[in-house]
């Protein structure tokens, strides 16, 4: 039996037989993934959270992940400035939800492991097995250092990551262990009690260098990456990569994952005026222009002219694949997006309490009738009635 198989088996969202898997990124951070001033009704409360996540159940959504993030970006909006630390959400909004599945994203360098795997056994356990981590080995070189610790280069995140993961595996798959890294030594390692997800909960990666994708190869269940607009062919090549490296180098099944932000209007005039609107006239340039910097310098996978070219799109999504038009054009997107063999997205919106509804009343019926996505009968079917 695989990783997966094992995921599948117990009935796990995140490995459903829905083609196409959806889940929204960021709801943990103000302006989530779009960097502008534009007005909306989103804030990063427990309780909108609550309200979104909501949502996102009634209408068979698979996920929620938030960002890791330790201070904002600065410019006018100090992008993701102010956020919900990302265990204690996860904790919260388990206590508070039934089927959505849910991810703490965590920096590595910033937790040790024998805290995070005892803070993943509590989620795990208060969901029923609806946990998962994001490891992220951190790449904004101020919110760092502001732990007091130089940076590390970048592969060197990665080896520090690998001693970080195979801790925490330890701790919810065994006891009396002893662990002697080069970064980290655990002695008579314990934890009591294990998570409820067997053998383990979710592990994600992002990580997008060679060495990121080889972490997640070994390590992860998924791996996501960003797809741009002119690169479906090559995101077909990264999930087949993806899945061959896991299976030849490890023996092990691995997922992928994508992002895009949605602004689904009834008309693509009205969807992109919006897009102009919160985008070129309130966009929060000054804060896209820091990120663009640091993550031009610091991360071992973009290069600054493209960085460059693609600000218009982080100022609207952090650079995701852009789902902009009427419901029918984002469905065929979406579809675009599926034929590449990518599992799943992470969806974000400028306002998600105002915006979900309408994605889910118009948007998710097409992706059913594609085949993308199973009918779901009952709750929704009546909600939407009513709506
Ligand atoms: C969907 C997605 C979510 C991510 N979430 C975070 C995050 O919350 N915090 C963070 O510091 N980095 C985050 N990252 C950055 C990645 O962890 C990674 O550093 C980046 O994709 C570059 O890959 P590399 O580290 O292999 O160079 C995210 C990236 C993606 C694509």
Redesign the pocket.
């Known amino acids: 039996m695989t990783n997966l198989d094992a995921f599948r088996q117990a009935g796990n969202p995140m490995f459903n037989d829905n083609k196409f898997k959806l889940g929204i990124?960021g709801s943990n951070c103000s302006n989530a993934c779009a960097m502008t001033l534009a007005e909306t009704s989103f804030e990063p409360t427990f309780e909108q959270n609550r309200e979104i996540a909501g949502l996102l159940e009634s209408a068979g959504w698979e996920c929620m992940?938030?960002?890791?993030?330790w201070r904002g970006f600065g410019g006018p909006s100090n992008f993701n400035g102010n956020c919900m630390e990302t265990y204690t959400w996860a904790a919260s909004l388990a206590a508070v939800t039934k089927k959505i599945f849910l991810f703490a994203?965590s920096?590595v360098p910033t937790i040790h492991p024998i805290v995070a795997a005892k803070m993943g056994t509590t989620i795990d356990r208060i969901s029923k097995g609806r946990f998962g981590i994001?490891m992220?080995?951190?790449?904004?070189t101020p919110?760092m250092e502001m732990f007091g610790r130089k940076m590390m280069e970048?592969d060197t995140?990665?080896e520090y990551a690998t001693e970080w993961v195979e801790i925490v595996e330890k701790l919810w798959t065994e006891q009396w262990f002893d662990y002697e890294g080069q970064f980290l030594s655990v002695k008579q390692g314990f934890a009591d009690p294990k998570p409820w997800q067997s053998p383990r909960p979710v592990l994600i990666?992002?990580?997008?260098?060679g060495?990121?994708?080889d972490f997640a190869a070994k390590y992860c269940d998924i791996n996501?990456?960003?797809i741009e607009e002119q690169g479906l062919d090559k995101a077909a090549a990264w999930v087949k990569e993806m899945k061959k490296t896991a299976w030849e180098r490890h023996q092990r099944e691995i997922g992928t994952?994508t992002?895009s932000y949605a602004v689904v209007r009834d008309t693509e005039r009205e969807a992109k005026e919006y897009w102009d609107y919160y985008v070129n006239q309130k966009g929060d340039w000054e804060a896209a222009d820091n990120i663009c910097e640091v993550f031009g310098v610091e991360?071992?996978?973009y290069s600054p002219d493209y960085m460059d070219k693609f600000r218009r799109n982080f100022i609207a999504g952090w650079g995701g694949y852009p789902l902009v038009g009427t419901p029918e054009q984002v469905a065929d997107r979406i579809l675009e997006l599926s034929k590449t063999g990518v599992d799943g997205s992470?969806i974000t919106m400028v306002d998600y309490k105002q915006e979900l509804p309408y994605f889910n009343a118009k948007v998710l019926p097409l992706l059913e009738q594609a085949g993308l996505r199973k009918p779901l009968v009952g709750a929704r079917q009546r909600e939407l009635a009513a709506a």
Do not use: M, Q
């Open positions: 990124f992940v938030p960002i890791a993030r994203t920096h994001n992220v080995c951190g790449w904004f919110e970048h995140r990665y990666s992002a990580g997008s260098s060495k990121g994708r996501f990456s960003v994952f992002y991360s071992g996978s992470l």
